[in-house]
Nanobody, 124 residues
Framework: QARLVESGGGLVQAGGSLRLSCVDLGRTFNIYAMGWFRQAPGKERDIVAAINYGGDSTYYADSVKGRFTISRDNAKNTVDLQMNSLKPEDTAVYYC?????????????????WGQGTQVTVSS
């Protein structure tokens, strides 16, 4: 089974950048789609970005298009989220997730493995 470990969260000023990384220490990585989600206090866990098994197809939430980039390195079992031009409304706990298939999924219920989450705080 997958074991996902995130890193790279922290505190940054508005307009700054952060790079989140997630490594899968468990199952075969390169046949499963991956996603990044976020959850702010009192809100639902929402999709931020997703990438298919091969890395040649991506999805972004409208709120992050043009600012965030998802990428994966199947040789290293990692998926990264580069976040630029951060805004206070990007503040949330960010989760890496693995899907049970190779095609992109956008709903949290369609992912079966989750990391522990990493806090991203953007100050104004």
């Amino acid at each position: 089974q997958a074991r996902l470990v995130e890193s790279g969260g922290g505190l940054v000023q508005a307009g700054g950048s952060l790079r989140l990384s997630c490594v899968d220490l468990g199952r075969t990585f390169n046949i499963y789609a991956m996603g990044w989600f976020r959850q702010a206090p009192g809100k639902e866990r929402d999709i931020v970005a997703a990438i298919n098994y091969g890395g040649d197809s991506t999805y972004y939430a409208d709120s992050v298009k043009g600012r965030f980039t998802i990428s994966r390195d199947n040789a290293k079992n990692t998926v990264d989220l580069q976040m630029n031009s951060l805004k206070p409304e990007d503040t949330a706990v960010y989760y890496c997730a693995s899907a049970p298939a190779g095609t992109i999924r956008t709903a949290a219920r369609d992912y079966n493995y989750w990391g522990q989450g990493t806090q991203v705080t953007v100050s104004s």
